[in-house]
């Protein structure tokens, strides 16, 4: 039998079709935001295109630095708040019956399908000065005054931490899914207590498919408007919050492209990070990311 | 003791045996309490609805504020711009998608990795990045912002999710299906339309529904590409919200929960968009 390959001239017009497609609205509009990434913002606003490196020293300024090491501060303190709340989930559902780790999963997806900017109103009405929360304590008669939550940069990291943990909960889950539970039971045999059992079993047999997970929690949480918008109040400076105002407030869009651009490569490194992952667990034949 | 030395350890150790129960009750506690976490805000957004005195818990339920918003004119234009969205963006969607997969579907299993991964993009990048860029190329190439501009956006990464739900689709179907029916005499028009189509038709109906849902409760694309005229129910949900708490936001936030979770058990009910449920967007 003759290998099928694919060659360029072997596509037929459906498949060209659908690629000009992903070139146009994909492709296209990203290469845009690298290219803007190198060009000058005039004086009177216009955009003229020379090549520069101005916006990416310019990202490296003192006060966008400041901007970065804030920005990773909470998406890291969130990113590890879903692991340590994510693993207990994702253990309770990798052991759970097939029937209730469907329902498990698709109780947890459910509230990520509702609209996001539900999710931050539903954040506000429960943690907010006149939420919920607030309301309780003080017709409790514990204080006089709403405990500020939201609008701080707490509340950015709650919102982070609500918003991304099932998307962490599931590769710790199919990680754990993958293990083999009679390796738990051969090392608690063996003479192994739990915390061992865990830490030098379990751990090490999980920990790359975890922190691949992690890696794109982590970056897009970076790139967040919303959330720092309008929990985060006025003051709390976040990187997504900074690279939307260079397009809209500021009319900077080179600068805002370079930012851009910036994320869009950690992205890009954690795609490569997985696939070269993926390829070398599941040997040669494996294609595809998923 | 005696007996505790003759029965053989491995067979029934106390540590194996937890093995095999379900979970130990820290795990289940934090499980439940995680899923507490999830729900409560959504869950008191459904309360809320209804509370006679939005700000005050304690002020007695009604159902005036839902009633009131069902009859005027604040939810009807925002609702049908998301619902005429949703069905042109799912259309194009699945039509470029299942394109893509019947182009593609022979050589699926040969596809470079490159080109898959290319394929994945669209649904990889963060939602900002994808606004950001499609911005800059609507107002580059001089595209007027509108609904317009809003659905070839929702459509340009839905077509991807219907791709992969398509290319599985696709793989189901038995190879020889095609040969048998050009045996038979059909011409190939007629092999698409009568023997290959009814085969295929689930598939396009999970990715049409999973790229309605996607554009319908899509904020932040939306946000970007609409310009400053179009209003769809979330961009009016938040430009309420940037007011502050009200009635009519609370009753529109009923609506939109109840559309949004409606969409997600019906695709939870098909088993070709059920996986991407899991997966999110």
Known sequence: ?290 | MAFAKTTNPRSTPPESAAVVLPNNIFITTMFWATMGFLYLPLAYLVVQAFLTDPGNIASGFTTDWVVALLHGDSLWEPLMNSLIIGVASATIATFIGTLGAVGFGPFSTVLPPSLTALIMLPILIPEVITGLSLLLFFLLFRFELGATTVVLAHASFSASFVYFIMIEQLRKLDPNLGEAAYDLGAEPGQIFWKVILPNIVPGLIAGWLLSFTISFDDFLISFFTSGAGLITLPLKIYSLMRIGFSPELNAMSLVMICLSTGLVMVLWSKEQSRKWVISGS
């Not at chain 1, 006089?144 to 940069?153: A, G, H, Q, V």
């Not at chain 1, 047999?205 to 997970?213: K, L, Y």
């Not at chain 1, 919303?226 to 690279?243: H, W």
Request: include cysteine; hydrophobic fraction near 55%.
């Open chain 1, 1 to 290: 039998m003759k290998k099928l390959v694919l060659r360029l001239r072997d596509w037929p017009p459906s498949a060209w079709i659908f690629f000009a497609w992903l070139v146009t609205l994909s492709v296209l509009p990203f290469l845009i935001i690298l290219a803007m990434s190198f060009a000058v913002r005039s004086e009177s606003g216009l955009i003229s295109w020379t090549f520069t490196l101005a916006n990416y020293e310019r990202a490296f300024h003192l006060v966008y630095l400041k901007v970065l090491a804030k920005t990773i501060f909470l998406s890291l303190g969130a990113t590890i708040t879903c692991l340590l709340v994510g693993f207990p989930v994702a253990y309770y559902l990798a052991r759970a019956t097939p029937e209730k780790r469907q329902m498990g999963l698709m109780l947890l997806f459910i509230p990520f399908w509702t609209n996001f900017i539900l999710r931050i109103y539903g954040i506000v009405s429960i943690f907010g000065n006149h939420g919920l929360l607030n309301q309780t304590i003080m017709r409790l008669g514990l204080t006089d005054s709403p405990i500020e939550i939201l609008y701080t940069r707490f509340g950015i990291y709650l919102g982070l931490v609500y918003n991304y943990l099932p998307f962490l909960v599931v590769p710790i889950f199919s990680a754990l899914e993958k293990f083999d539970l009679s390796l738990r039971e051969a090392a608690m045999d063996l003479g192994a207590n739990r915390w061992q059992t865990f830490t030098r079993v379990l751990l090490p047999n999980v920990r790359e498919g975890i922190a691949i997970g992690s890696l794109f929690v982590f970056i897009p949480m970076m790139g967040e408007y919303v959330i720092p918008d309008i929990l985060g109040g006025a003051k709390e400076v976040f990187l997504g919050r900074v690279m939307v105002e260079q397009f809209f407030t500021m009319q900077d869009w080179p600068f805002g492209s370079a930012l851009a651009s910036v994320l869009s490569m950690g992205l890009m490194i954690a795609v490569w990070v997985r696939m070269r992952f993926e390829q070398r667990k599941a040997g040669p034949t494996s294609h595809g990311l998923r």
